[in-house]
């Protein structure tokens, strides 16, 4: 990181500030080596040129998401980019494939929640923003792909977010790779249970952080061979022991100690706890509690984690009886014994702790005793006993203590492992490694020199990973690297662990030698090292030493480094504790194996640390490394606040620094051919006018400024340190001269300007002197012009009164002259006027005879005409009413009606008809008798009038003298008699007569009394068939909400109706209608009783039944078949839907308890689907369910049979059957089919409704979820088809170099062409869909429900992926995706609202954002027209994202203002205070947005009556009704 050597005056600059760590400044003056600066913060600094370094002043000012983008990697730049992506809660940035990661200390939930994981989930790795799910996802894609382990190493300081870093890690791996563990819980929520209890026996208050672990932690995810989660493991390392035994303060012990203290009174009496600073191992602090912390909560909520992880009652109970006893143990004194080198019990209260901890550990007090001040040594002569000194018992306490607490944790462990559940036969993991980073305090002891050599072996391997990556990239661009120099910190590791001159092991040595105390191991340390460059010692102190850390240099007190390491395993503890009648205790403790029993055996805590550090190593080495670094921005744990001398120090601590020096060594400064020609191009504009490649081009230029040492990569040029600086600087050289070249022209042009209107004042000047003179010339012109127009005047008045006189005589005289004309004129017209009208009137006469006479021919002749029509007509009906067949069929149909009701009537009607034929017979007889009389008295009469007349003749013939005689008739008796006969037959037929007309009107009131009963029975069964249609709406409601739910139609896809078929039904006896039993009336059966034939029925009435069904059968198979193909369309309308519509209502299968066909439909329907890529098929079949089931909707009803009995149920299934019998078995001639014909199917627009039973349900259900499925799939599909466009969409494709010279017009159209092309084809994508849509006649409701959600899933996309990646929100990219967003409003407009629907409004986020992104003057707009006027729809928290991501890559304007973010940071704080969500991205929508009920609101009635039937099935009989009827 050397600063470079080309720094000018006017130069912008980093210089070290003793408080802020690095300030900006610029330039003024340069003395020799010297550089004086003015900063921004107003000071002037002098300092050596060599400690400044250049600032980028190109650099955004929301700063680079990947810091090895920096113009200029150093480490002002580095801190001044996190500062500025940390005010804009940017927490990831990239240093490579690094992950730095910056404590926010708030909640940003928007981070973390499903929508983000998804939205990185299969991401290229720096496509979105920084993330430790990016991280995590690159180590899941590495292990899939490469098969090799993986492992994340999460590091950082005390307080810098490693664990919650941890939990998003696993959190992300088990989305990824997700499987449910035990009682439902995964695995990610197993391993994250397990902290609690980890937490309180593994962490401890330290001087930065109140919840710091003191171990390294390894959460081991393990993988199956497809990916899947297997099992998971927790692995510890380098737990803290000492801190069992020592504190300093303000630290604290193991949280678990102060837990237990704060326990419930009954706890503590059971365990004989008091205070804390009643204990020894928690009083050597005066930190006993923690700000806001109430251990008595955190000791119940540790025992409920305790019993999630699986840790019973009674470990529960032995686990803290041990912890007691570690305090207890602590509190026992020692005092000289009364031999030499002895020691004793102090006192009482010493020996009531010994008693307690013998009690607590279940063991003997005497031998607990013992063995804390005895030992054991076995020679091979004799077993010779010893006692210990009371400082020497101290440390026997100490390592007694600290061993069990190192076994209880282990057992811990253990345990927790063992619930999680791991898999032995995994084959790749994923581990997480969450472990305490550097520390460096004012006092530093054996556990910061344990720490900080852990963290020398981490960066060690650090260092060699980012080397590695370093050669991968050089190597992928093919460029010479081998004279780069590693940064290897191996000296420091040689000075600590090596064998046998290193300091742990002179650390061992002294521990094993009882006269050694902490100044004779520093002079031991002074005396070995005194020449190792990374040692150092102090001058002003015996006990202390330094070394030179990676991270910087760190003291350390040797004070009580001997009594920290000491960690041997005494065999009296072991036999002791082995001994215990605790099986948890002694469970700790197993029996070790005979030759290690015997003696104790040294051991420390320095060289199990060296052993544990080197297993992780092993561990790391073995996987693929992923690096997360955490950060601590303030000591304060509080949000905003950025302490850059902090942050600086954490960054060399975490080796980032170190890594950046790596990346200096070689090339720090890489740039990709088109970034650095657009940045360099003006150093060579030739060069950008040739017709070179990129690559020549970028290698010409780096020529022409004279640069050495660089490379020329595949994609990018690598520039050695200092020459970026240089380049600028050449840059800033030609843009300087290219100002003064701007200045010059302005200049010019200013007093160009000035000349201009003075000129132009001159000329005014003269205008009006001219003018002046002009007006003078004007008078005296006008005054000349004035004379001769006076002249003119009178000599014009003179002419006209001349010639007005002579006008008026002229005038009189023509005036007498056309008055004679006119008069003659006059009378001519007259006389001709009057001829004309008498013509006219004769005229009109002649006209008017004529028309009066044509009239009347006419109506003579249509009259004939019309009798001859009538005539024939006449004819005809006389023709048509003998033909009585036909009426007597339709009159038979309409008595059918009334049959059942007045056949008894009839019978009556019939007995008077007898009756009166036999009274008429004999009427007519007498008739006949008095015909016979009356002929006779006829003939009488006549011959008494001939004797009369012949008599009056022979009277008037007589001579006049003859005298008249009287005659005696002698036939007069007989006259009389026969007279007298006929009063009396006249009287008798009289009397008939009256008879038979009371007959007559008896008869009439019987029949008046008839048709009053059936008025009133018709008046009864309309009012029961209102009730029962009232009812039958009632129960259709009743159970569609009972039936129609989600369950059903979720199992409707997995469920068939278990029901055989209808040849295995039960025989029934097919009773037909006859007048005895009843007649059919609206299909119901009524008086009728249908007996189930038993076995004991003759076999000759199962034929008819049997081959009724086989041919229904057939029919089925028929039917199926033919579905099976693609019928098409009939004037718009499905025909599989009309034709399955019209079979199953006609076969009656809606009303049957038990049916196959829907079985088979549906299997049709799921084989035709299986093809999902098939989009033609899924539109085809889309209509047809759509059409089936609006059918359906208005047909089915529900079901009234669960309110009758189980009789009437029977009776109405087997009337039902019977019906169907009687019609098939039939020919489609007969009056049986042309009942079913008239009254089964009727008019088919009208959709009468039945009665549904199960299966009918379950088959409109089936359907149901069918159509979901299709339009789900036609969805996804589309969804497939465009995602991969989406990606290319959102950001547009750099332009060509050619764009950056000017004139060249067609360069640029052919790139605004190629810019729309992505759109384009998303438009070709949506046009083809619409068009298959369109030809398979989807209803129009389903079309716009499809690309409405499309729509909203390319807002979702969009509006995401602009809100992730910076790069898209520029004002370049803004105009990019506006455009295209214009193509899509095109489309909606072609498309029609019909299909289109309010497809465009569901763009409304990107819409508004991409509006935003190309405004201009940003910094004008306040809050308030942002959220009201321009972006209304958008929230707080996406308006926060895309303001402070925005930057201006074409004009270079800036974003809103400053107090506009602060107000927009305002609101968050509020709206994440009041719970409100924070998220900023989008959720796609991927449910079905409509119902059943919607459909069938939203679609028009089907008419599907004349719907053409296929050829298949129309030459098949049996399929007769599907054919048009003709009236």
């Given amino acids: 990181m050397a600063a470079p050597v080309n720094i000018i005056v006017g130069s912008h600059v980093w210089v070290e500030h003793p408080e802020l760590a690095w300030v900006d400044g610029e330039v003024f003056k340069i003395s020799a080596e010297e550089v004086h600066v003015h900063t921004t913060n107003g000071q002037t600094v002098i300092t050596n040129i060599s400690k400044v370094f250049p600032k980028d002043t190109e650099a955004p000012p929301g700063g680079v998401d990947d810091m090895t983008?920096?113009?200029?990697?150093?480490?002002?730049?580095?801190?001044?980019?996190?500062?500025?992506?940390?005010?804009?809660?940017?927490?990831?940035?990239?240093?490579?494939?690094?992950?730095i990661a910056i404590n926010p200390f708030q909640r940003l939930p928007h981070l973390y929640d499903t929508h983000m994981m998804e939205q990185y989930k299969g991401a290229q790795f720096g496509e979105l923003s920084p993330h430790v799910f990016a991280i995590a996802d690159v180590a899941y894609r590495a292990m899939i792909n490469e098969g090799k382990s993986n492992s994340i190493l999460v590091s950082g300081e005390s307080g810098a977010g490693k664990t919650e870093t941890t939990k998003m890690l696993m959190r992300y791996l088990a989305y990824l790779g997700g499987r449910s563990g035990v009682e439902g819980r995964t695995v990610e929520q197993q391993v994250l249970e397990s902290n609690p209890v980890l937490e309180a026996f593994g962490n401890a208050k330290t001087v930065r952080n109140n919840n710091s672990s003191r171990f390294g932690k390894f959460v081991e995810l393990q993988f199956d061979k497809n990916g899947r989660i297997s099992g998971a493991a927790v692995r510890t390392y380098l737990l803290e022991r000492s801190r069992v035994c020592q504190i300093s303060d303000p630290e604290r012990n193991y949280h678990c100690f102060y837990l237990l203290c704060a326990a419930p009174p009954e706890v503590r009496e059971k365990f004989k706890l008091g205070d804390p600073k009643s204990f020894h191992y928690l009083n050597q602090s005066n930190c006993y509690a923690l700000d806001g912390v109430d251990d008595t909560e955190e000791y119940l909520a540790t025992r409920r984690a305790m019993d999630i992880v699986g840790i019973s009652e009674e470990e529960q109970d032995a686990i803290f009886r041990v912890v007691a006893a570690i305090l207890h143990l602590g509190n026992i004194e020692f005092a000289k014994g009364e031999e030499v080198d002895s020691s004793v019990i102090k006192d009482e209260k010493s020996r009531f702790h010994l008693n307690t901890t013998a009690e607590l550990l279940k063991c003997d007090a005497k031998s607990l005793e013992d063995a804390l001040i005895n030992r054991v040594m076995v020679t091979p002569e004799e077993v010779i006993t010893r006692t210990l000194d009371p400082v020497a018992a101290v440390g026997s306490r100490d390592a007694l203590a600290k061993t069990v607490y190192s076994r209880l944790f282990d057992w811990l462990v253990d345990k927790i492992n063992s619930s999680i559940g791991q898999d032995p036969n995994s084959r790749t993991i994923i581990g997480v490694l969450d472990i305490y980073g550097f520390e460096s305090f004012k006092l530093n002891s054996f556990e910061q020199f344990c720490i900080n050599f852990t963290n020398e072996k981490l960066q060690q391997h650090f260092?060699?990973?980012?080397?590695?990556?370093e050669q991968e990239e050089y190597t992928k661009e093919e460029i010479n690297w081998s004279y780069i120099e590693f940064v290897d910190n191996q000296d420091v590791l040689d000075l600590i662990e090596k064998k046998p001159g290193g300091i742990i092991a002179l650390l061992d040595e002294a521990c094993m030698f009882p006269k050694s105390t902490h100044e004779t191991f520093a002079q031991k340390l002074y005396q070995t090292f005194k020449s190792n460059k990374r040692f150092i010692k102090p001058k002003l102190s015996r006990t202390s030493f330094t070394i030179s850390h990676y991270a910087g240099e760190v003291t350390y007190l040797a004070d009580l480094f001997l009594d920290k390491n000491k960690d041997y395993v005494v065999a009296e503890h072991q036999v002791l504790l082995t001994a215990s009648k605790c099986p948890f205790v002694s469970g700790l403790f197993p029996p070790l194996p005979e030759e290690s029993s015997k003696s104790s055996k040294f051991s420390?805590?320095?060289?199990?640390?060296?052993?544990?550090?080197?297993?992780?190593?092993?561990?790391?080495?073995?996987?693929?490394?992923?690096?997360?670094?955490?950060?601590?921005?303030?000591?304060?744990?509080?949000?905003?606040?950025?302490?850059?001398?902090?942050?600086?120090?954490?960054?060399?601590?975490?080796?980032?620094?170190?890594?950046?020096?790596?990346?200096?060594?070689?090339?720090?400064?890489?740039?990709?051919?088109?970034?650095?020609?657009?940045?360099?191009?003006?150093?060579?504009?030739?060069?950008?006018?040739?017709?070179?490649?990129?690559?020549?081009?970028?290698?010409?230029?780096?020529?022409?400024?004279?640069?050495?040492?660089?490379?020329?990569?595949?994609?990018?040029?690598?520039?050695?340190?200092?020459?970026?600086?240089?380049?600028?600087?050449?840059?800033?050289?030609?843009?300087?001269?290219?100002?003064?070249?701007?200045?010059?022209?302005?200049?010019?042009?200013?007093?160009?300007?000035?000349?201009?209107?003075?000129?132009?004042?001159?000329?005014?000047?003269?205008?009006?002197?001219?003018?002046?003179?002009?007006?003078?010339?004007?008078?005296?012109?006008?005054?000349?012009?004035?004379?001769?127009?006076?002249?003119?005047?009178?000599?014009?008045?003179?002419?006209?009164?001349?010639?007005?006189?002579?006008?008026?005589?002229?005038?009189?005289?023509q005036t007498g002259l056309r008055a004679m004309v006119a008069r003659n004129e006059f009378r001519f017209r007259k006389q001709t006027k009057a001829a004309i009208i008498i013509e006219a009137y004769l005229r009109r006469h002649i006209a008017c005879s004529y028309y009066k006479s044509l009239k009347k021919a006419a109506v003579i002749t249509q009259c004939g005409w019309r009798r001859r029509v009538a005539r024939r007509e006449l004819r005809n009906l006389k023709m048509a009413a003998r033909e009585t067949g036909a009426l007597k069929e339709a009159k038979d149909k309409l008595e059918k009606r009334v049959e059942e009701l007045t056949w008894r009537l009839q019978f009556e009607k019939q007995l008077r008809t007898n009756l009166e034929e036999e009274k008429a017979q004999e009427i007519a007889k007498l008739q006949d008798a008095l015909q016979a009389m009356q002929l006779q008295v006829e003939e009488a009469n006549f011959r008494i009038l001939k004797e009369q007349e012949a008599a009056r003749k022979a009277i008037e013939e007589a001579p006049p003298i003859v005298?008249?005689?009287?005659?005696?008739?002698?036939?007069?008796?007989?006259?009389?008699?026969?007279?007298?006969?006929?009063?009396?037959?006249?009287?008798?037929?009289?009397?008939?007569?009256?008879?038979?007309?009371?007959?007559?009107?008896?008869?009439?009131?019987?029949e008046v009394r008839n048709t009053e009963l059936v008025k009133k029975l018709e008046d009864t069964e309309e009012k029961v068939g209102q009730l029962q249609e009232s009812m039958q709406r009632l129960e259709e409601k009743l159970c569609n909400s009972e039936s129609e739910n989600q369950v059903i139609r979720q199992q409707a896809l997995a469920m068939s109706p278990t029901g055989k078929s209808l040849s295995a039904r039960p025989k029934t006896l097919v009773i037909q209608r006859t007048p005895e039993n009843g007649n059919v009336q609206n299909g119901e059966m009524k008086d009728v009783t249908l007996a189930v034939t038993s076995a004991r029925e003759p076999e000759s009435e199962e034929k008819p039944q049997k081959s009724l069904n086989e041919k229904q059968q057939e029919n089925q198979d028929l039917l199926i078949k033919c579905v099976s193909q693609n019928l098409g369309f009939s004037r718009g309308k499905p025909v599989a839907a009309s034709v399955i519509y019209k079979c199953l209502l006609h076969w009656r299968s809606f009303e049957v308890e038990r049916t196959t066909v829907f079985d088979r439909i549906i299997q049709t329907i799921a084989s035709a689907i299986e093809v999902q890529d098939n989009n033609d098929v899924l539109a085809y079949w889309l209509s047809n369910s759509s059409t089936l089931l609006l059918l359906l909707q208005h047909t089915l009803k529900a079901s009234g049979a669960?309110?009758?009995?189980?009789?009437?149920?029977?009776?109405?299934?087997?009337?039902?059957?019977?019906?169907?019998?009687?019609?098939?078995?039939?020919?489609?001639?007969?009056?049986?089919?042309?009942?079913?014909?008239?009254?089964?199917?009727?008019?088919?627009?009208?959709?009468?409704?039945?009665?549904?039973?199960?299966?009918?349900?379950?088959?409109?259900?089936?359907?149901?979820?069918?159509?979901?499925?299709?339009?789900?799939m036609i969805r996804d599909n589309l969804k497939k088809e465009i995602s991969p466009l989406l990606g290319l969409c959102i950001q547009a494709p750099r332009t060509s170099r050619a764009s950056l010279v000017k004139g060249r017009s067609q360069a640029n159209a052919v790139a605004q062409q190629a810019l729309i092309a992505h759109w384009q084809s998303i438009v070709k994508s949506l046009n083809s869909y619409l068009k298959t849509m369109k030809a398979n006649y989807v209803p129009p409701f389903l079309v716009r429900k499809v690309f409405t959600q499309i729509f909203s899933f390319i807002n979702v996309q969009l509006f995401n992926s602009l809100l992730l990646r910076r790069e898209c929100c520029s004002f370049s990219n803004g105009e990019y995706v506006k455009a295209g967003l214009a193509e899509l409003e095109q489309w909606c407009y072609d498309a029609t609202e019909e299909y289109a629907g309010s497809a465009w409004d569901e763009l409304k986020h990107i819409r508004q954002a991409v509006g935003f992104l190309v405004i201009h003057q940003k910094p004008k707009k306040t809050l308030n027209e942002i959220t009201k006027e321009l972006c209304p729809v958008l929230s707080i928290q996406q308006l926060y994202r895309i303001s402070t991501m925005y930057w201006d890559d074409k004009y270079g304007t800036h974003s809103v203002s400053s107090e506009v973010i602060s107000s927009m940071r305002v609101l968050m704080t509020e709206d994440s205070n009041n719970a409100v969500s924070s998220s900023f991205l989008l959720d796609d929508d991927s449910s079905i947005p409509f119902t059943v009920d919607d459909i069938s609101k939203s679609l028009q009635q089907v008419d599907i009556a004349d719907v053409e039937p296929p050829a298949v099935i129309r030459e098949n009989s049996g399929f007769g009704f599907l054919l048009p009827r003709t009236e």
Avoid at 70 to 75: G, K, P
């Fill in 69 to 99: 983008k920096l113009s200029y990697l150093h480490e002002p730049g580095v801190l001044h980019n996190l500062a500025a992506r940390y005010e804009l809660n940017e927490i990831y940035t990239y240093t490579g494939n690094i992950l």
């Fill in 463 to 469: 260092n060699q990973h980012v080397f590695k990556m």
């Fill in 604 to 813: 420390s805590i320095g060289s199990r640390f060296k052993l544990q550090l080197q297993s992780l190593m092993e561990t790391l080495n073995s996987t693929e490394p992923h690096y997360i670094r955490c950060v601590k921005p303030n000591n304060a744990l509080r949000p905003a606040i950025f302490e850059n001398a902090n942050i600086i120090q954490q960054l060399r601590c975490g080796g980032v620094l170190e890594a950046i020096r790596i990346s200096c060594a070689g090339y720090p400064t890489r740039r990709t051919f088109y970034e650095f020609l657009h940045r360099f191009g003006v150093l060579a504009p030739d060069v950008l006018d040739g017709n070179y490649d990129d690559k020549v081009a970028c290698e010409k230029i780096l020529d022409k400024m004279g640069l050495k040492g660089y490379q020329i990569g595949m994609t990018k040029v690598f520039l050695r340190a200092g020459q970026m600086a240089e380049l600028d600087a050449r840059r800033a050289e030609v843009l300087g001269n290219a100002a003064r070249i701007i200045q010059r022209q302005i200049r010019t042009y200013i007093a160009r300007k000035e000349f201009i209107a003075l000129r132009k004042a001159a000329i005014v000047l003269q205008s009006y002197w001219r003018g002046i003179l002009a007006c003078k010339l004007y008078e005296q012109l006008r005054r000349e012009a004035a004379a001769l127009k006076i002249q003119k005047n009178f000599r014009s008045y003179t002419a006209r009164t001349s010639y007005l006189t002579a006008r008026s005589s002229a005038i009189q005289l």
């Fill in 963 to 1006: 005298k008249e005689t009287p005659v005696i008739v002698h036939d007069t008796e007989k006259i009389e008699s026969l007279t007298a006969e006929v009063d009396s037959l006249k009287a008798l037929l009289l009397s008939e007569r009256q008879s038979a007309e009371e007959a007559r009107k008896a008869c009439m009131d019987a």
């Fill in 1202 to 1272: 669960a309110s009758l009995t189980p009789q009437r149920r029977r009776t109405t299934s087997a009337s039902l059957f019977g019906r169907m019998s009687q019609g098939l078995r039939a020919s489609p001639q007969s009056a049986g089919l042309s009942f079913l014909n008239g009254r089964g199917l009727g008019r088919l627009d009208d959709l009468r409704q039945v009665e549904a039973k199960y299966p009918a349900l379950l088959f409109k259900q089936q359907l149901t979820a069918f159509l979901e499925k299709i339009y789900g």
